[in-house]
């Protein structure tokens, strides 16, 4: 019984460690969804394996002269349009409406209009909400991205450009790839591009809702594979504390 007393206490802490070897695996994960990515491009995920979730079409869209268009038009007018499927904990049948503007016939750099500011852009808009009073009518939010931040932004490890911007209180991104190192290649209109958010964004994370994700298997960007296993491993943490709990306290209750 002594000894029973004595090695419990090690079983706590053994418990414990694993618990923390789990949380650390997490971190990790979380620290390498907001690493700038040095990995080769790939169709399914141009980001890496940790970083982002693509929404549809996940395999992008190519961009053309052809698509580009000199000024703002109605949103649902928008040549390139993607809908998150709600997988991996996004917003299902969520659109983003985008635009790309060449030589903005509206152009005035003095102007405080996002539309009107630059000359050439990438535009993107999604809808907040109808009135029940005025049903066809729309709350849009919107953002404006130069071409010249694309530019900016251009790693030539990966051939892809990623923006990151604010959309309806979320941080979103576009990722233009290129089929060469050559960022010219963004101002003739010939790159693919894609629409991305992560939940383990840095700056941004939800410590609640990446334990649920974490407990169900479905981290963001995750090797099925890997997230299953680090679920698998949280369960059996939680449930052996609890066993391990339990064990030291029904001596105590009657008839126990």
Not at 9 to 21: G, S
Not at 77 to 93: P, V
């Amino acid at each position: 019984m002594g000894g029973e007393t004595v090695f419990k206490p090690f079983v706590i802490i053994f418990t414990v460690i694993l618990l923390m070897t789990t949380m650390v695996m997490m971190l990790q994960h979380m620290a390498l969804s907001a690493a700038t990515v040095d990995q080769p491009m790939q169709n399914e995920s141009p980001v890496g394996e940790y970083d982002t979730i693509l929404i549809t079409p996940n395999t992008g869209r190519i961009v053309t002269s052809a698509q580009t268009v000199n000024e703002m038009e109605h949103p649902t007018k928008a040549n390139f349009i993607y809908t998150d499927n709600g997988s991996d904990g996004g917003l299902t049948g969520d659109v983003k409406y985008v635009q790309v503007v060449r030589n903005n016939i509206n152009f005035d750099p003095t102007s405080t209009d996002m539309w009107k500011k630059y000359n050439d852009f990438i535009s993107i808009q999604r809808k907040t909400g109808t009135s029940i009073l005025t049903p066809l009518s729309a709350t849009w939010n919107g953002a404006a991205i130069p071409l010249s931040a694309f530019v900016a932004a251009f790693d030539g490890k990966t051939n892809t450009s990623k923006v990151g911007f604010q959309l309806s209180g979320n941080n979103d991104t576009i990722f233009l790839h290129l089929a060469s190192n050559d960022t010219g290649l963004i101002w003739a209109n010939s790159y693919t591009m894609y629409y991305g958010w992560s939940m383990l964004r840095e700056g941004k994370v939800n410590f609640w809702g990446t334990i649920g994700l974490l407990m169900t298997a479905k981290m963001p960007g995750m090797n099925p594979v890997l997230s299953l296993f680090i679920s698998g491993m949280f369960w059996a943490v939680i449930c052996f504390m609890i066993f391990t709990m339990v064990s030291r306290i029904i001596p105590f209750i009657p008839g126990g």
